[in-house]
């Protein structure tokens, strides 16, 4: 008979039994080779009496079935480098696959996954699944473990779609910007957040009232957005783009002075000064002489009134700043060019009188609002010039034969500080001797 013991029951064999050791399933619930030593002991038994002989050992190694640690997914950013991994576990090699080699990585490999450069064209994440099997090999015996896997994320590179420059007049609305492509989201920042623009944000530009505290020169801001594409808590940045925001400002321009002129006389040049790049005026009283509107300057002109009043025509004047194809119109000013009218006087009758007898008082009639005169013959008893009617007054001829005065009478109309002269009437005064 051969008696043998086993020194590790733990492979699946008892402890001790004797004769052949049949074929039974291995076991090894550790990460390390185990090894059982057997002991045989051959025995003659005759007539009851059992002689043992020289024992002999053998043993049976029983390999570990091998695993592979847990591995992380990983994402990259589309044209970035993966981070090497070595594969970790209890076998003494892993083999790994790659289902996508689009996403930058060869199709198959050993113990490392190497540092490679992420790819993806497209606009959406693709993956690629790595299958990893690990092997235990000892005493030219290799021991295949249960495959894992995790996956390699490429996020894809953002985009955003160009956006339009915007022209904007000072307190005005802007437009809302809503941003497009193939980004998560859109990150921007505004480099003069004087025109009423936070200095950056995440997502679309709302409407805002777009701000320029100059009155003659445009404010200008660019926005730079940068479109990001977030998966697996990945953020990946796209190429920014640009834009701007020209705000126009709101001109001003410097009243002009009133002007008071007389019929047929000629007004003075109207030179409007400030910080338009045009002026635009109107006119309420086309009959001055001055057209209804006009743009520019207003030249000199011969005004008119055919009436007997004053005419006031108002003058409004609008500044306009015209830069990038867009007008803007400021404050607008008002002031006045006044016509006095042309007076005129009724002549008055010649008189004649005797030496010493009394003129008739002269009342002057007409549109003036004054009448001034003038006498060519003092010696009649009348002073050389007046104003206004000529009182009742003895004549006055000294000589033999008659004395004739021409007098000339102005009439006058004053409006606004001005005084406009009308058409002068003349009249006699005749005076017999005695």
Do not use: H, K, M, R
């Amino acid at each position: 008979v051969y008696n043998w013991s086993n020194n590790t029951t733990s492979i699946g064999l008892a402890a001790s039994g004797n004769g052949n050791i049949a074929s039974f399933n291995a076991l090894n619930n550790t990460a390390n080779v185990v090894t059982a030593t057997v002991t045989v002991t051959p025995q003659f038994l005759n007539n009851n009496v059992g002689c043992n002989g020289v024992p002999t050992t053998f043993t049976i190694t029983v390999n570990p079935i091998p695993t592979t640690n847990a591995i992380a997914n990983q994402t990259y950013c589309n044209g970035s480098n993966s981070t090497a991994l070595a594969i970790a576990g209890t076998g003494t090699s892993y083999a790994w696959t790659n289902s996508n080699q689009s996403i930058g990585l060869a199709a198959s490999g050993s113990n490392t996954v190497p540092v490679f450069a992420a790819t993806n064209a497209t606009n959406a994440p693709i993956s690629g699944t790595i299958t990893i099997t690990p092997t235990f090999t000892n005493a030219g015996v290799s021991c295949t473990g249960q495959t894992s896997s995790y996956t390699i994320t490429v996020n894809p590179t953002p985009s955003v779609n160009a956006v339009a420059n915007q022209v904007v007049c000072n307190n005005t609305s802007t437009n809302l910007i809503p941003f497009s492509g193939n980004a998560t989201s859109y990150n921007w920042t505004n480099s003069n957040t004087s025109i009423g623009l936070a200095a950056s944000g995440t997502g679309n530009i709302g409407i805002f009232t777009a701000i320029n505290a100059s009155n003659s020169i445009p404010s200008t801001s660019t926005v730079t957005v940068t479109p990001v594409f977030t998966n697996n808590n990945v953020a990946c940045p796209g190429n920014p783009v640009t834009f701007t925001f020209t705000v126009n400002p709101t001109p001003i321009v410097a009243a002009p002075a009133n002007q008071v002129v007389c019929n047929g006389a000629s007004t003075a040049l109207v030179s409007f000064n400030g910080t338009g790049t045009q002026y635009n005026w109107t006119n309420n009283t086309t009959s001055i002489g001055l057209a209804a509107s006009g743009s520019g300057n207003i030249n000199a002109f011969t005004a008119a009134n055919a009436t007997v009043n004053p005419v006031v025509a108002q003058i409004s004047v609008v500044p306009v700043f015209s830069s990038n194809n867009l007008n803007c119109s400021g404050t607008t000013q008002t002031f006045s060019i006044t016509v006095n009218p042309s007076p005129s006087a009724v002549p008055p009758g010649n008189q004649v009188v005797c030496n010493g007898q009394p003129v008739t008082a002269i009342n002057f009639t007409g549109t003036a609002t004054s009448y001034s005169w003038t006498n060519d013959l003092t010696s009649i008893g009348l002073g050389a010039s007046g104003n206004g009617n000529i009182a009742s007054f003895n004549a006055v001829n000294n000589t033999n034969a008659p004395v004739t005065a021409t007098v000339v009478v102005q009439p006058i109309f004053t409006g606004a500080n001005l005084n406009c002269p009308g058409v002068s009437q003349t009249f006699t005064i005749v005076v017999n001797p005695t």
